[in-house]
């Protein structure tokens, strides 16, 4: 694997004296810059390429917020995850990056094991994405003629392939893997195996999430489960049908991005399909099941909230 390049951006030298010293550890190769103008100056150069972009909020001229904006309305840079750093952490304030495109926050000040835990979490993200999108378009033949079919996975490699996979039935397939991967990988992980968000969060802060669902995989009581997918055609649209063998959660509290959880490594994903993979989604109590759909074809389908 090669070795990540960060953008650290902050208009105070000493912050960026310490995200340096807290990262030290770490293979990345970090950029620094004290300015959002500068930020903007190094996103944007030729030869440029990063993985993260971690961007203070508050700061003289061009602000983080207008950073943020700028680079997820870019068609060539918005899949750069971006953690704002702030201390600006009101409801109101959280959701407007939210609307911007912060889907990762560090609240200042904080320690350096918050911050190793929130990159890692945001690379992993960033890198599944990158790899969803590499296979959409090896099997693009063999569903040309689909009008129906079912399937089963049981491990999150499983899960992220037959998103790949089937996502190139929608019109927007590199979304649409995103989302159908989500949702396949939460009905492992939460609804089979029964890892809820705190522990994924303890799981995630340890770096050893993957290695214990895959242990929790081979234990006697979970060999047999599966997490199901069922996919028909209608004429205007497409309807995705995911069920797991758990018992069911809350999804309510998942739907929208809520502030209390933006500064957790986990726990947005549903939200984040729903806002940008799916026409509906619609979760069936207990919560084991969920139903989404996409329209057919080119033309979008009108938004339904669920």
């Given at each position: 694997m090669s070795m990540a390049r960060i953008l650290v951006v902050d208009d105070e030298p000493f912050n960026?004296?310490?995200?340096?010293?807290?990262?030290?550890?770490?293979?990345?190769?970090?950029?620094?810059?004290?300015s959002g103008e500068a930020a903007w100056d190094e996103l944007?150069?030729?030869?440029?390429?990063?993985?993260?972009?971690?961007?203070?909020?508050?700061?003289?001229?061009?602000?983080?917020?207008?950073?943020?904006?700028?680079?997820?309305?870019?068609?060539?840079?918005?899949?750069i995850p971006v953690i704002m750093q702030t201390a600006a952490t009101s409801p109101e304030q959280v959701r407007e990056g939210l609307a911007a495109g912060a889907f990762y926050y560090l609240t200042k000040p904080f320690e350096g094991e918050a911050l190793q835990t929130i990159i890692r979490s945001a690379l992993d993200d960033m890198r599944t994405r990158r790899e969803l999108n590499a296979n959409l378009a090896d099997h693009a033949v063999a569903l040309s003629c689909?009008?129906?079919?079912?399937?089963?996975?049981?491990?999150?490699?499983?899960?992220?392939?037959?998103?790949?996979?089937?996502?190139?039935?929608?019109?927007?397939?590199?979304?649409?893997?995103?989302g159908l991967s989500e949702l396949l990988v939460n009905g492992v992980e939460h609804g089979n195996l029964g890892i809820d968000f705190a522990e994924k969060s303890r799981l995630r802060e340890t770096d050893c999430w993957e290695s214990e669902i895959q242990r929790r995989i081979e234990l006697p009581e979970n060999r047999d489960k599966k997490v199901h997918l069922r996919v028909h055609g209608e004429i205007k649209r497409w309807v995705f049908e995911i069920t797991d063998d758990g018992e069911g959660f809350d999804w309510r509290r998942f739907l929208d991005f809520?502030?209390?959880?933006?500064?957790?490594?986990?726990?947005?994903?549903?939200?984040?399909?729903?806002?940008?993979?799916?026409?509906t989604l619609t979760y069936i109590p207990p919560g084991n099941k969920v139903l989404v759909t996409v329209p057919r074809g080119s033309e979008p389908e009108s938004q339904v909230p669920q």
């Open positions: 960026l004296d310490i995200v340096a010293e807290y990262l030290d550890e770490m293979d990345f190769d970090l950029v620094m810059v004290e944007t150069r030729p030869d440029s390429s990063f993985d993260l972009v971690l961007l203070d909020r508050m700061m003289p001229g061009m602000d983080g917020i207008q950073v943020l904006k700028k680079i997820k309305g870019d068609a060539e840079l918005r899949g689909i009008t129906e079919g079912e399937f089963f996975v049981r491990t999150l490699d499983e899960a992220r392939k037959l998103a790949a996979f089937i996502a190139l039935l929608g019109p927007q397939p590199e979304t649409l893997a995103m809520d502030p209390e959880r933006a500064f957790a490594p986990n726990g947005r994903g549903i939200a984040l399909s729903r806002q940008l993979s799916f026409s």
